[in-house]
């Protein structure tokens, strides 16, 4: 039996000097810490908002009840808008994830982030550099700058930045249709058969009261992960 698609190489490929641009063109100070502090030391993993619940630049949540929009920051990158453009589905967050030179994002799982699930997690490498390694279930990746990758943030992950550059991927959170569909199978991929909300201990006679938990719990990371499982539940 095929082992099932961690990352796939999707056939798209952008002109970089327009990405670094548009890239070039954003503010300094609109980087905002990624809500996961237990996942990377402080300091080292920034995001920019470019698609976000209400068109808000601050709000980098991957996950929301409410209307994903473009951002003001958006609207200052014609390039980027080109390239969103290309994707003939659904986009919900739309990102710029930085990951500074020595920085580590530790071992963890974003559940109900995988094709199957009804979401794929797209990279597009702006800047980054070989010695920048994404490890998918103990597997070494590189994600080639200029490319598109799908990776499967559901299955155990981590990324090392080992080079001097401040890594920068542009990241789209795609809801799939027919047309992606129809891109991943020709690409090779292989379906996942993963337990229905990621985790085996989360079921459809517990999952109620998890959300239920985590949103009392109040934490950023617990309240998006709440809403990721919510989101799963009512689109089973």
Not at 2 to 22: K, V, W
Not at 136 to 141: A, F, N, R, S
Not at 177 to 183: A, G, R, V
Not at 192 to 217: C, F, H, M, W
Request: aromatic share 10%; proline share 6%; glycine share 6%.
């Amino acid at each position: 039996m095929n082992q099932a698609t961690r990352y796939l190489r999707l056939p798209f490929d952008f002109d970089l000097a327009a990405l670094q641009t548009d890239l070039q063109g954003l503010l300094p100070d609109q980087w905002v810490p990624h809500y996961n502090d237990q996942a990377a030391d402080a300091g080292y993993w920034h995001c920019q908002a470019l698609r976000s619940p209400h068109g808000r630049s601050d709000d980098i949540l991957a996950f929301s009840n409410d209307q994903f929009l473009d951002t003001p920051l958006l609207a200052r990158c014609p390039y980027f808008r080109q390239v969103l453009q290309h994707f003939k589905c659904e986009t919900c967050a739309v990102r710029l994830m930085a990951l500074a030179p020595g920085g580590v994002i530790r071992e963890h799982t974003d559940p109900g982030t995988n094709f199957e699930d009804g979401l794929a997690r797209l990279h597009i490498p702006i800047i980054t550099d070989p010695k920048v390694l994404f490890w998918l279930d103990g597997e070494p990746v590189h994600f080639a700058a200029g490319g598109t990758w799908y990776m499967n943030a559901n299955c155990r992950h981590r990324v090392e930045n080992h080079s001097e550059v401040h890594r920068i991927h542009l990241v789209l959170d795609c809801i799939p249709n027919q047309w992606l569909t129809d891109i991943f199978n020709a690409a090779g991929f292989v379906a996942n058969s993963l337990p229905k909300y990621g985790d085996p201990s989360i079921t459809d006679a517990n999952v109620s009261d998890i959300i239920a938990e985590l949103r009392q719990s109040g934490s950023v990371a617990a309240l998006s992960l709440a809403n990721r499982l919510d989101a799963m539940r009512r689109t089973k």
